[in-house]
């Protein structure tokens, strides 16, 4: 078991520019989500896959964040035209159906 | 929808003495309540965790109660050591089988 793992850990970027993130479920998991997280807060549900279906989507994400699973396995999720508020720790969790979520360290986003 | 609260958003103990972190629950259909542990840069670890046809579960120094009528559940650490200080985030699924989270609970363990 060697865990989600997501990358890059760190990205800045320029406000207006796009980014893309990664992430590697465990690999006998077939529910992939994608969280935000802020300072000091819990985090968030921004979507979530199950196999290669996305399943649900948050009113947090709006139509500049697309995510994917393609294959069911690993996932991308994509932020274009990125804004200021977009800075934050972007979390990616795999589980076997309803079991609990495991979390990757994230992906620390940065606009300037 | 669910909401989450969790009290209090610091607690600083002495090393050896219990620590107790409580959240409340809004949605009385929510059926699981994890545990997580948020250490500095990295993601949140799954502690322990509780459903709701249980009142209390314990793995070591670690425990959680859970009070369904009353919709509030705790996590309980007991001989606490420096390596639990930690940010601890308390969530509830929804009816949609979404986690909602609490704010956080940072715990400082003063040697």
């Known amino acids: 078991d060697t865990g989600v793992s997501q990358n890059p850990r760190h990205k800045i970027t320029k406000r207006g520019q796009n980014v893309t993130f990664r992430c590697d479920p465990i690999s006998e998991h077939n529910r992939l989500y994608w969280y935000r997280q802020t300072l000091g807060q819990g985090p968030e549900f921004l979507t979530y896959f199950q196999n290669e279906a996305q399943l649900e989507k948050s009113r947090l994400l709006s139509d500049r964040f697309s995510a994917e699973r393609p294959k069911g396995s690993f996932s991308t999720l994509e932020i274009q035209r990125t804004e200021q508020g977009d800075s934050a720790m972007y979390l990616c969790?795999?589980?076997?159906?309803?079991?609990?979520?495991?979390f990757g360290d994230g992906t620390r986003l940065s606009i300037l | 929808g669910e909401n989450v609260e969790q009290h209090p958003s610091t607690l600083s103990v002495q090393e050896g003495d219990s620590a107790v972190i409580k959240c409340t629950y809004s949605?009385?259909?929510?059926?699981?309540f994890p545990w997580y542990k948020q250490e500095l840069g990295k993601g949140p670890q799954l502690i322990i965790d509780?459903?709701?046809n249980v009142g209390e579960k314990k793995d070591q120094r670690i425990a959680v109660t859970l009070n369904k009528t009353a919709k509030h559940f705790s996590l309980h650490i007991t001989e606490t050591q420096p390596e639990d200080s930690a940010v601890y985030f308390c969530a509830a699924r929804d009816s949609n089988y979404q986690l909602i989270w609490g704010a956080g609970t940072k715990l400082i363990i003063k040697p």
């Open positions: 509780i459903r709701s």
């Open positions: 949605d009385s259909a929510s059926n699981y």
């Open positions: 969790a795999s589980s076997l159906s309803q079991q609990p979520q495991h």
